[in-house]
């Protein structure tokens, strides 16, 4: 993509980031932070990351939207929003000032970098160990596997911490409101039609993950939004937070992961693979991680109960 | 400068910057929760931003930033979603709650 | 190595069973405590002998994350094992019923856990983005736990971890773009050639990470979270959660950027550590709630952690007692694990008899709860740096370090902050052997609880009487740039 795009790309995303953040609607800011993610995925679309433009379209556009929209719904319900202070002018000014001076600094910062060859050369000669054909997957869950296992830890505490707000005489029940919709409307075709779309989207993202863009993450995320699909349109509630299975769903994954990495242990070498079985063992886990990062950020949007069990 | 712009990687690295900037400012002189949590999720992809630019030889990004980024993007939206969470409910009964332990 | 990834990872598979064992997780506390303290001391008596490392996965740096413990991290993660374990047998006191789940009994464990693991994984991380994912763990369990108690403190200290966490990454961001590695030892070889935008990106690591430390003048958001949380919480908290960024402030300074200090930078932490010491206690002083004074108390002794950088690390200090001011540092981040920690469930106990959590609710306690009280009194002999506790060794060696290499105004800083942790500590004290009639208490949920803080307290006494081993510990190891002055590394 050439230039102009490349400049009209950044103004856009810098014009929808300020109205966002400074904005007097507080949902029309939502809005604009949804769509300033989009743009940012095209960014990366431009630098050539595909495998970060499908994370920060569906995670850091899509699921944080719904989760912004749902904080926006569940404030206004409670009768908690708060109005907005516009400090006085010097204040502003100074504040202004304050920001352009970090931006300044940082913009210094990187124009000031000596340059280096970066890790593209270590990744590539290491990579066909693993036979695994997409090197961010080598990295996410080979050499930098111990990132990834704690990362995928922040999920399920943060799910923990959720549920920690549950109110005392709602623990164990279900989450948000139930939803009707009309069984001919056009909600509840959306909510028959799509799934097994998004189911057969999120299945190709996980297996093309080891060789081409795509992942865990990616692939879990698609499911997540199935789900939610699929209670929005009133076909499903949401399951009880008591219920085992559903426990059981969240922490596979992890465990499978930490389970694997202990093993390694025992056997000598923590978190590493036994030599020709790295493939298979990467994309259990990868499946494992699929199915508990969908639960997880399913839950997550759900929030804690709110009906009792 | 317009060399500077011309250079893909610069580009993004530098409007990376000014969304740290312009999410610095909201995050400081917003009072509304939902508004700061946007600040701090703009902040973040701005810092991811600049991450990819400077980490962009050629034909694309390195690697390994691609993947910190990932695992950044997901620790970014369980902060977003424990914040929100914590909004709602803070929102909803305020400080006191059935069963009130504070102090206890 | 494996015994690295197993004192992280084995506190992360208790989170997980405690997700799933319903009504029955609170009973795991009873495994883990004792394996996770055993593993502790296993490995700083491994240590003892050589660093323990490794390369996980066996890629080895650049690519791959090396894991480490020196002598400190060995020292503070059996200081924090202990205080951990001995937290979550007394967090069964009320966090424990296996009649049915509660909101409370059920995501209590999980959180604690994950915080465990985190602290853990901060102790032995050598690489920056790894530290980043750890503390962000962190800083969610700690939160959510901060919210048991004042849910609107608990969401000031969220924005507070939250604007921490972005400088912290933003920076970590500009060292990878400068020097192309995220190892500390790596970028100790390269940083020298790339000075200016690691400099940036270390300052605005190190503002991160000092508004996580809650360090003077960023620290307004601790008193309310700590202050306002349940005993077991705020134990963890205070003693715990502020010591792991503390720790990455130290492995950045002192391992991966020596040589590109200024003395300024060095002086600037100095100061602010003075400046916490002085001004934390003054407010302790003025507190009329216990458990506030308490949380004032770690603000004032959080700063003493920061003299560890004029003392050890400023370049006209290379004197033989570089070396004992990274000890004192050792010990009194130990000794104020445990005596902090001591002091929140000692305090909490108090309250919970007493029904009342402010000073004048201590009345004669001394007589209606001997073994607390006693233990409160333990845990402030340690505080206030009296012999023969840990906390003495830990004052007694930064007098010493302070006057060796003539920085005398930090001598008067730690005795004057001395005097006044004692008298902050003696206006509870005084209360509770006011009077001579037993006051009628409220009973404890359980018999045994007092044993937790006595067995804390206890702890902090032996760090002082035992002090020689754990001392030749913290001082194993240690880099050079604690011996030789940050800036007379050679870059």
Same mark, same amino acid.
């Given at each position: 993509?050439?230039?102009?795009?490349d400049?009209?790309?950044?103004?856009l995303i810098l #014009?929808?980031?300020g109205? @966002?953040v400074?904005?007097?609607?507080l949902?029309?800011?939502v809005?604009?932070?949804? $769509?300033?993610?989009?743009?940012?995925?095209?960014?990366?679309?431009?630098?050539?990351?595909?495998?970060?433009?499908?994370?920060?379209?569906?995670?850091?556009?899509?699921?944080?939207?719904?989760?912004l929209i749902?904080?926006?719904?569940g404030?206004?319900?409670a009768?908690g929003?708060?109005?907005?202070?516009t400090?006085?002018?010097p204040?502003? $000014?100074?504040?202004g000032?304050?920001?352009?001076?970090?931006? @300044?600094?940082?913009?210094?910062?990187v124009?000031?970098?000596?340059?280096?060859? #970066?890790?593209t050369?270590?990744?590539a000669?290491?990579q066909?160990?693993?036979d695994?054909?997409?090197?961010v997957?080598?990295?996410?869950?080979?050499f930098?596997?111990?990132d990834t296992?704690?990362?995928?830890?922040?999920?399920?505490?943060?799910?923990?911490?959720v549920?920690?707000l549950?109110?005392?005489? %709602?623990w164990g029940?279900?989450?948000?409101?139930?939803?009707?919709?009309r069984?001919?409307?056009v909600?509840?075709? %959306?909510?028959?039609?799509?799934?097994?779309?998004g189911?057969?989207?999120?299945?190709y993202l996980?297996? @093309? #993950?080891?060789?081409?863009p795509?992942?865990?993450f990616?692939?879990?995320?698609?499911?997540?939004?199935?789900?939610?699909?699929?209670?929005?349109a009133g076909?499903r509630?949401e399951p009880?937070?008591?219920?085992l299975i559903l426990?059981?769903?969240?922490? @596979?994954?992890?465990?499978?992961?930490l389970?694997? #990495?202990l093993a390694?242990a025992l056997?000598?070498?923590?978190?590493g693979?036994p030599?020709?079985?790295?493939?298979?063992?990467?994309?259990?886990i990868?499946?494992?991680?699929?199915?508990?990062?969908a639960?997880?950020?399913?839950?997550?949007?759900a929030g804690?109960?709110?009906?009792?069990? | 400068?317009m060399?500077l712009?011309?250079e893909?990687?610069?580009?993004?690295?530098?409007?990376?910057?000014?969304l740290?900037?312009?999410?610095?400012?909201?995050?400081?002189?917003?009072r509304?929760?939902?508004?700061?949590l946007?600040a701090?999720n703009v902040?973040?992809?701005?810092?991811?931003?600049?991450?990819?630019?400077t980490?962009?030889?050629?034909?694309?990004v390195?690697p390994v930033?691609?993947?910190?980024?990932?695992?950044?993007?997901?620790?970014?939206?369980?902060?977003?979603?424990?914040?929100?969470a914590?909004a709602?409910?803070?929102?909803?009964?305020?400080?006191?709650?059935?069963?009130?332990?504070a102090?206890? | 190595?494996?015994?690295?990834f197993?004192? *992280?990872?084995?506190?992360l598979?208790f989170?997980?069973?405690s997700?799933?064992?319903?009504?029955?997780?609170?009973?795991?506390?009873?495994l /883990?405590?004792?394996?996770?303290t055993?593993?502790a001391?296993?490995l700083a008596?491994?240590?003892?002998?050589a660093?323990?490392g490794?390369?996980? &996965?066996?890629w080895p740096v650049?690519?791959?994350?090396?894991l480490?413990?020196d002598?400190l991290?060995?020292?503070?993660?059996?200081?924090?094992a202990?205080?951990?374990a001995i937290?979550?047998?007394f =967090?069964l006191g009320?966090?424990?019923?296996?009649?049915a789940?509660?909101?409370?009994?059920?995501?209590f464990?999980?959180?604690?856990?994950?915080?465990?693991?985190?602290?853990?994984?901060? !102790?032995?991380?050598r690489?920056?983005?790894? !530290?980043?994912?750890?503390?962000?763990?962190?800083?969610?369990?700690?939160?959510?736990?901060?919210a048991?108690?004042?849910r609107?403190?608990?969401?000031?200290?969220?924005?507070?971890?939250?604007?921490g966490?972005?400088?912290?990454? !933003?920076?970590?961001?500009?060292?990878f773009?400068a *020097?192309?590695?995220?190892?500390?030892?790596?970028i =100790?070889?390269?940083?020298?050639?790339?000075? +200016?935008?690691v400099?940036?990106? =270390?300052?605005?690591?190190?503002? &991160?990470l000092?508004?996580? +430390?809650?360090l003077?003048?960023?620290?307004?958001?601790?008193?309310?979270?700590?202050?306002?949380?349940?005993?077991?919480v705020s134990?963890?908290?205070?003693?715990?959660?502020?010591k792991?960024s503390?720790?990455i402030l130290?492995r950045?300074?002192?391992?991966?950027l020596p040589g590109?200090?200024?003395?300024?930078?060095?002086?600037?932490f100095?100061v602010?550590?003075?400046?916490a010491?002085l001004?934390?206690?003054?407010?302790?002083l003025?507190?009329?709630?216990?458990?506030?004074?308490i949380?004032?108390?770690?603000?004032?002794q959080l &700063?003493?952690?920061?003299?560890?950088?004029?003392l050890?690390?400023?370049?006209?200090?290379?004197t033989?007692?570089?070396?004992?001011?990274?000890?004192?540092?050792g010990?009194?981040?130990?000794?104020?694990?445990?005596a902090?920690?001591?002091l929140f469930?000692?305090?909490?106990l108090?309250?919970? /008899?007493?029904g009342?959590g402010?000073m004048d609710?201590l009345?004669g306690?001394?007589?209606a709860m001997p073994v607390t009280?006693f233990?409160?009194a333990?845990?402030?002999?340690?505080?206030? &740096?009296?012999p023969?506790s840990?906390g003495f060794?830990?004052?007694?060696l930064m !007098?010493?370090?302070?006057?060796?290499s003539?920085?005398?105004?930090?001598?008067?800083?730690?005795?004057?902050?001395g005097?006044?942790a004692?008298?902050?500590?003696?206006r509870?004290? =005084?209360?509770m052997?006011?009077?001579t009639? +037993?006051?009628?208490?409220t009973?404890?949920?359980?018999?045994?609880l007092?044993?937790?803080?006595l067995?804390?307290?206890?702890a902090?006494m032996?760090?002082?009487?035992?002090?020689?081993a754990?001392?030749?510990?913290? *001082?194993?190891?240690?880099p050079?740039?604690g011996?030789?002055?940050?800036?007379?590394?050679e870059?």
């Amino acid at each position: 993509m050439s230039l102009a795009f490349d400049l009209a790309l950044c103004a856009l995303i810098l #014009g929808a980031a300020g109205l @966002a953040v400074a904005g007097r609607n507080l949902f029309g800011s939502v809005v604009f932070y949804i $769509v300033y993610g989009v743009l940012i995925a095209l960014a990366w679309v431009s630098l050539g990351a595909a495998d970060v433009a499908l994370a920060e379209a569906a995670i850091g556009a899509g699921v944080t939207g719904v989760l912004l929209i749902g904080a926006w719904q569940g404030m206004k319900d409670a009768g908690g929003l708060e109005a907005e202070i516009t400090k006085s002018l010097p204040v502003r $000014v100074l504040a202004g000032l304050g920001a352009a001076a970090l931006g @300044a600094l940082i913009g210094f910062a990187v124009l000031s970098l000596p340059g280096h060859d #970066g890790l593209t050369g270590p990744v590539a000669e290491n990579q066909p160990a693993l036979d695994l054909g997409n090197p961010v997957t080598a990295v996410l869950l080979s050499f930098r596997a111990y990132d990834t296992l704690l990362e995928t830890l922040v999920l399920t505490a943060a799910l923990a911490a959720v549920w920690s707000l549950t109110p005392a005489r %709602f623990w164990g029940g279900i989450p948000g409101p139930k939803h009707t919709t009309r069984p001919d409307g056009v909600m509840a075709s %959306f909510g028959r039609l799509l799934p097994p779309l998004g189911v057969l989207v999120a299945v190709y993202l996980v297996w @093309a #993950g080891a060789d081409q863009p795509g992942g865990a993450f990616q692939a879990g995320t698609v499911l997540a939004a199935v789900w939610i699909l699929i209670v929005l349109a009133g076909l499903r509630d949401e399951p009880r937070l008591s219920s085992l299975i559903l426990r059981l769903i969240v922490i @596979a994954g992890p465990l499978v992961f930490l389970g694997a #990495g202990l093993a390694g242990a025992l056997a000598g070498l923590a978190l590493g693979y036994p030599e020709g079985h790295a493939r298979t063992l990467i994309l259990i886990i990868e499946y494992a991680l699929t199915l508990s990062i969908a639960a997880t950020l399913a839950l997550l949007i759900a929030g804690p109960a709110r009906r009792a069990p | 400068m317009m060399e500077l712009l011309a250079e893909r990687g610069s580009l993004f690295a530098l409007t990376g910057a000014a969304l740290i900037a312009l999410g610095f400012y909201g995050f400081i002189m917003r009072r509304a929760l939902i508004r700061r949590l946007i600040a701090f999720n703009v902040i973040g992809s701005g810092i991811f931003l600049l991450f990819g630019g400077t980490g962009y030889f050629g034909g694309g990004v390195d690697p390994v930033p691609r993947a910190l980024i990932i695992t950044g993007i997901v620790v970014a939206l369980a902060l977003t979603a424990f914040a929100a969470a914590l909004a709602v409910r803070l929102a909803r009964s305020g400080d006191d709650d059935e069963n009130p332990e504070a102090g206890r | 190595m494996n015994l690295l990834f197993a004192l *992280v990872a084995l506190p992360l598979l208790f989170m997980l069973a405690s997700l799933v064992a319903g009504r029955h997780g609170p009973r795991l506390i009873w495994l /883990a405590a004792p394996l996770m303290t055993g593993l502790a001391v296993w490995l700083a008596m491994a240590v003892h002998t050589a660093p323990e490392g490794g390369a996980l &996965g066996g890629w080895p740096v650049p690519l791959g994350i090396m894991l480490e413990a020196d002598g400190l991290a060995a020292a503070l993660m059996l200081a924090s094992a202990i205080t951990a374990a001995i937290t979550g047998l007394f =967090a069964l006191g009320s966090y424990g019923t296996t009649r049915a789940e509660t909101t409370r009994s059920y995501t209590f464990w999980p959180l604690f856990y994950g915080l465990w693991a985190a602290v853990n994984a901060v !102790l032995v991380s050598r690489d920056l983005f790894n !530290l980043y994912v750890a503390i962000e763990l962190l800083s969610i369990c700690a939160v959510a736990l901060a919210a048991f108690g004042s849910r609107k403190a608990a969401m000031d200290y969220l924005m507070i971890a939250l604007a921490g966490s972005l400088a912290y990454l !933003l920076g970590v961001v500009l060292i990878f773009a400068a *020097v192309g590695t995220l190892d500390l030892s790596l970028i =100790a070889e390269r940083a020298p050639e790339a000075r +200016t935008s690691v400099l940036i990106g =270390a300052a605005l690591i190190s503002a &991160g990470l000092i508004a996580k +430390t809650a360090l003077f003048p960023l620290h307004g958001w601790l008193p309310p979270a700590h202050g306002a949380a349940p005993p077991a919480v705020s134990a963890l908290l205070s003693a715990l959660v502020v010591k792991a960024s503390f720790v990455i402030l130290l492995r950045v300074w002192f391992e991966a950027l020596p040589g590109l200090t200024q003395p300024a930078i060095i002086t600037g932490f100095g100061v602010l550590g003075a400046a916490a010491i002085l001004y934390g206690s003054a407010l302790a002083l003025r507190q009329e709630g216990l458990k506030a004074l308490i949380a004032y108390s770690t603000v004032a002794q959080l &700063g003493y952690l920061f003299l560890v950088f004029p003392l050890a690390g400023g370049g006209e200090a290379i004197t033989p007692w570089a070396a004992g001011a990274w000890g004192a540092m050792g010990f009194h981040a130990s000794a104020h694990m445990l005596a902090k920690a001591g002091l929140f469930l000692a305090a909490g106990l108090m309250i919970h /008899a007493s029904g009342n959590g402010r000073m004048d609710g201590l009345t004669g306690l001394a007589r209606a709860m001997p073994v607390t009280t006693f233990a409160f009194a333990l845990c402030a002999v340690s505080l206030m &740096g009296l012999p023969p506790s840990g906390g003495f060794m830990a004052k007694y060696l930064m !007098l010493i370090s302070s006057l060796a290499s003539g920085q005398w105004p930090y001598a008067l800083v730690i005795i004057a902050g001395g005097l006044m942790a004692a008298a902050y500590l003696f206006r509870p004290l =005084a209360r509770m052997f006011a009077g001579t009639e +037993t006051p009628a208490i409220t009973p404890l949920p359980h018999n045994w609880l007092p044993l937790a803080p006595l067995a804390l307290a206890i702890a902090a006494m032996a760090l002082g009487l035992l002090s020689a081993a754990p001392y030749e510990l913290m *001082v194993s190891g240690l880099p050079e740039a604690g011996e030789a002055g940050l800036e007379e590394v050679e870059p």
